[in-house]
Every structure is written in structure tokens, then in C-alpha cells.
């Protein structure tokens, strides 16, 4: 006899609990972060094989899906801090390890000791934009901050680093010589993730309005179809018109933070009367 008192049979009410488990509007978003993991690691393995664009193409994936995970938990109403850290953990290897390696093996080891010096800050610099970002989910915003994020985020900060790797498979290879210059942009890039210069968000986009709702779905269609015609080349263009975007949405923050610094004492002397 170990002293363990016997098993009591369960009451109609517990069982049920037991039995109804959890909801799957919870577990729904997961799976779409795990599938995004999934495509993580398969750009891993793309790019140890030497098959450069497929890792591109996964790693891409895994940014579309990463857009989605969260947007579906909050529609579904089925956010959770499992899901939030599973959503962390996935990102990180998406957009730090993963390109940082394909960017590796392509033409950052060319230079072995300062391109694998570069492929470790990418990946650390990764790491800590999403520490930040998920300690500053606690901070008081006004609500036009919302349509900013402070520091390039992580899935911008995948697609936007590999530029020289859409470079080089479009015909315009990094040699030895332009390694230095490819390691100086990753670097870079490091830089805007962790710093707190603002970049657009597009969180906030309201609703289409209904006159332009045929041009809208038209650009979007015509879009959707050069990205399957001519991937790399679009996310070259693309990458383009993001880091031509940064300058205007500091201007945009600072005329939007000059408004709040204008406000706030005259809102200070209607409070004192």
C-alpha cells in the first residue's frame, strides 16, 4: 500500500469538461503558424541543397501565412499565450535563421569569417525585434501609433535582406568582389530591425470604398499575377518600393507625434480651469 487514495469516479459534469478540450477557433490559428514553421524549415533545407529560389518561395510563404495567423485569431476570437509564443518561436526561424543561412550558402561565405559574423547579427537582430515587440504589446499608444511598427519588422525584415539574393538569380551574381557590399547591406538591415526608426504598418488599411471596389480588386489580381509570372523580380521591385517608403513614414510619425506634442498643453490648460 502506497497511501494514494483511490480513484473516484468522475461526475457527469467533469467528464464533459474533460471530453469538450479546447475549441477549434483556438487550435485553428496554430496550425496555420505551424504550417509557416513548416516552411521555415523546408527553406533550410532548399537552401542546403543548393535549390536558392524554392528557399526563397518558402521563405515568402511563410510570411504570407505569418500575415494571416494573428488576423485569424483575432477574427475567430481565439488569441492565447500559447499561440502568441508559438507565434515567436516560428518567426524567429523564419525570418532570422532561415534567410540568414540561405544568404550564407549563396554569397555571404565567400568571406567566411565576416559573412558568417553578418548572418549571426541578422539572425540575433531578428531575435530581439520580436522580444521588443512582444514587451511593448504592454505599452500605453496613442491610437495613430498603431499604424506604425518601431523598427522594420521581422517578416519585412526577411523579404527586404534578401534582396542581393533576388540580385543574384536574376543574372547579376554576387562574386567575391561585391560579397563586402552584400555583407555591408544585410548588416544594414540588422540595423533598421532594431532600431526604433518607424515603418508603415498597414494594420489600420479601413475599408475599400465601393466605387473603388473593381479597381482595387483589379490591381490586386493584375499584382497576384506577376508575382506567380515573375517572383524574384517582384520581390526585387518590391523590396525597392519598401526601403523608398522608410524616409516617408519617419515624416509621417514625426508630423503625427508634432500634433500630440501641440495638443497636450493646451488640453493641460482646459483641465487647470
Known amino acids: 500500500m502506497n497511501g494514494a487514495p483511490p480513484n473516484e469516479p468522475q461526475t457527469p459534469g467533469e467528464r464533459r469538461r474533460a471530453i469538450a478540450g479546447i475549441p477549434l477557433r483556438v487550435i ?18 532548399y537552401a542546403i541543397e543548393g535549390r536558392y ?3 526563397v518561395i518558402a521563405i515568402v510563404v511563410a510570411a504570407v501565412l505569418d500575415g494571416l495567423d494573428g488576423r485569424l485569431a483575432r477574427a475567430l476570437k481565439g488569441t492565447s499565450r500559447f499561440g502568441a509564443e508559438l507565434d515567436s518561436l516560428a518567426d524567429f526561424l523564419d525570418f532570422g535563421v532561415a534567410p540568414a ?3 550564407y550558402m549563396m554569397f555571404l561565405q565567400q568571406i567566411k569569417g565576416f559573412g558568417w559574423m553578418a548572418a549571426m ?28 511598427f518601431t523598427g522594420m519588422p521581422a517578416p519585412a525584415g526577411a523579404i527586404i ?27 544594414i538591415v540588422a ?56 524616409p516617408l513614414a519617419v515624416l509621417r510619425h514625426r508630423a503625427f507625434a508634432r500634433a500630440d506634442a501641440a495638443q497636450a498643453p493646451a488640453g493641460a490648460g482646459e483641465g487647470q480651469g
Open 28 to 45: 485553428f490559428p496554430n496550425l496555420v503558424t505551424l504550417v509557416a514553421l513548416c516552411a521555415g524549415l523546408t527553406a533550410i533545407r
Open 53 to 55: 529560389e524554392a528557399s
Open 101 to 103: 543561412l540561405l544568404m
Open 121 to 148: 547579427i541578422f539572425a540575433i537582430a531578428c531575435g530581439l525585434r520580436l522580444v521588443r515587440f512582444n514587451v511593448m504589446l504592454d505599452e500605453q499608444k496613442p491610437a495613430w501609433a498603431g499604424n506604425f
Open 161 to 187: 535582406g534578401m534582396l542581393p539574393v533576388y540580385l543574384h538569380l536574376m543574372g547579376w551574381p554576387i562574386t567575391r568582389g561585391w560579397a563586402p557590399a552584400a555583407i555591408v547591406y544585410v548588416l
Open 191 to 246: 540595423l533598421l530591425m532594431v532600431s526604433r526608426i518607424p515603418h508603415f504598418s498597414g494594420k489600420q488599411i479601413g475599408r475599400v470604398p465601393r466605387e473603388y471596389l473593381i479597381f482595387v480588386l483589379f490591381g490586386v489580381a493584375v499584382l497576384l499575377m506577376l508575382i506567380a509570372t515573375y517572383p524574384i523580380e517582384m520581390l526585387a521591385a518590391i523590396t525597392v518600393i519598401y526601403l523608398a517608403l522608410i
